[in-house]
């Protein structure tokens, strides 16, 4: 029992410091609070081998408790090779990184794979080549003198890392347009709201001299700061000169205990919820629609009580239920928390003008927004499951800001509702959530007929 003791721990600390690292890509290994614990664990599974030497009675437990250590920790490696993780080169090294400059980007001049669900489609992945300026796509030459440039910009549902580069958004609107004059660019980031955007086009964009600029705005944009992935949340991280410019981000890193990232600790817990209250009870659209319509005084114990504390996207779902409510209705936190964004297009649009650069914006809709169809699977995170939620107050202030600046509004919702009634195929990947290849068409050819009228 002793030699045990000692030889588990011995050999358990060898494999884990010096065979795991030489086995697996670096993007698969285990973070080092995670090494420290796992040697911990090691060593206390041989610690008590040996000092259980003298007491029998205690061997069987002892050893299923060592069984257990050991079977969590293989599972938790086996795991991890088989992991398939996006936003990672072939040979384990990031694609994107934290930046003081931009917050988060692509690293320039890398490739990496994203997978998607067999749910999704049938081409199983997409290669993204990143450039020389860190964008999905071949190398940008100088502008020519006769060239016309037009931007798309936005977060994930243009970066489309997981639809294959010709079928994305802009190399579908290029084919449409077939006029060897017009260059049409697309830079999209997962998580970007117009902060980031603005802080972007003022570093970078610019310098790619665009004609026109065509923001995708998304409405996790305007999500309170608690919930992240907003312009909310991305203040409080922004150093600012005194026109209102972001100078750099100091991101902050939330401290995370070691066990919480573990992949066998995130199934295990999984596997609790499910077994504990099943799968997740969707709103119907009748309770939808009592949120959508009470009263602000009541709206916080209603959504107390219609969603679940245990749903895991349940502060993401408020956000959503709030900003789709009329804005005359909206409460203070919501108002303060969507005017934070405004003032940005607002500093984007004076700045575009005095570049000369015409600003056209667009509001991106959910497929919980177009049909009860889109995103069959990944609605369900957000207990949205056959109901159609309204695109609501948050385009209401959108349009209003467009009229007031005469910025152009592309009405995307009213496009792709009208192309879903048609019922050939969704326009949304089912657990992803983005638009699939039709989609992509879709938005391009809405783009293409915009530019016609407009002559471009």
Aim: charged content about 25%; proline content about 5%.
């Amino acid at each position: 029992m002793a030699s045990l003791g000692v030889t588990d721990a011995l050999l358990g600390i060898l494999c884990n410091e010096w065979v795991v690292p030489r086995l697996f890509r670096p993007d698969h290994q285990l973070e080092p609070a995670q090494r420290i614990l796992v040697d911990a664990m090691l060593v206390g599974v041989g610690a008590t081998l040996y000092l259980a030497r003298h007491h029998a009675r205690y061997v069987n437990v002892i050893l299923a408790g060592h069984t257990l250590v050991y079977g969590l920790t293989t599972s938790e490696l086996v795991l991890r090779r088989l992991e398939i993780r996006s936003h990672f080169t072939s040979d384990g090294r990031p694609a994107i990184r934290v930046s003081e400059t931009f917050h988060h980007d692509f690293v320039p001049n890398r490739t990496f794979t994203t997978y998607i669900s067999p749910l999704d489609g049938d081409w199983g992945s997409s290669e993204n080549k990143i450039n020389g300026l860190g964008i999905r796509g071949p190398e940008i030459p100088p502008k020519r003198r006769d060239e016309f440039r037009v931007l798309l910009l936005g977060d994930s549902f243009i970066e489309a890392d997981e639809i294959p580069y010709p079928l994305t958004v802009g190399q579908e609107l290029t084919r449409l347009l077939r006029n060897p004059r017009v260059r049409v660019l697309q830079y999209g980031m997962f998580g970007w709201s117009p902060l980031l955007e603005l802080n972007w086009i003022v570093k970078r964009g610019l310098v790619l001299e665009p004609d026109v600029i065509v923001l995708f705005l998304c409405i996790n944009d305007f999500y309170r700061a608690s919930s992240g992935w907003s312009d909310a949340s991305y203040t409080r991280e922004a150093i600012f000169d005194t026109r209102g410019l972001p100078i750099e981000f100091k991101v902050v890193n939330t401290t995370r205990r070691p066990w919480n990232d573990l992949l066998i600790v995130e199934r295990l817990r999984a596997l609790f919820r499910f077994w504990r209250q099943g799968p997740p009870r969707s709103l119907t659209q009748g309770e939808l629609d009592k949120l959508l319509q009470i009263d602000a005084s009541r709206l916080d114990v209603e959504l107390e009580h219609s969603i679940p504390r245990e749903l895991e996207t349940r502060s993401l779902l408020i956000d959503i239920i709030k900003l789709a409510r009329p804005a005359t209705s909206w409460d203070e936190e919501t108002l303060q928390t969507v005017g934070i964004t405004i003032r940005y297009l607002d500093i984007m649009e004076r700045i575009l003008r005095e570049q000369r650069v015409r600003l056209i914006i667009t509001l991106i809709p959910d497929g919980w927004n177009v049909s009860p169809r889109d995103n069959l699977e990944g609605r369900k995170r957000y207990a949205l499951s056959g109901v159609i939620v309204p695109m609501g107050g948050i385009e209401e202030i959108i349009r209003r800001f467009c009229r007031n600046k005469g910025v152009e509004y592309v009405d995307l919702h009213a496009i792709l509702t009208a192309e879903e009634a048609k019922g050939d195929q969704p326009l949304y990947l089912s657990v992803d959530g983005h638009w699939n290849p039709r989609g992509h068409q879709v938005v391009a050819k809405a783009l293409y007929d915009l530019f016609s009228k407009r002559r471009l």
